[in-house]
């Protein structure tokens, strides 16, 4: 089972945030950023330090992949 830790979540919502800056008068987070700040805040609520990746919902998942493959050079 793999899982990501809260250092993970918090550098892949970085890069999501500093590819796609917030938007509008409200600051609203980009589609990506916005999905795993979910799992992010509550990884910090719980107290916990990783999440595997079975628990994230469908969109967190694929702005995680999304991340994990543009930060390794992976291209699909």
């Known amino acids: 089972m793999a899982v990501?830790?809260?250092s993970e979540l918090e550098a892949?919502?970085?890069?999501w945030r500093s590819r796609s800056p917030s938007e509008g008068d409200e600051l609203r987070l980009c589609k990506e950023a916005s999905a795993l700040s979910k799992p992010y805040a509550l990884l910090i609520v719980q107290r916990q330090s990783d999440v595997p990746t079975e628990r994230l919902d469908a969109?967190?998942?694929a702005a995680w992949e999304a991340y994990w493959r543009l930060k390794n050079g992976i291209h699909r």
């Open 4 to 6: 990501i830790t809260i």
């Open 12 to 15: 892949a919502i970085n890069f």
């Open 59 to 61: 969109d967190a998942r």
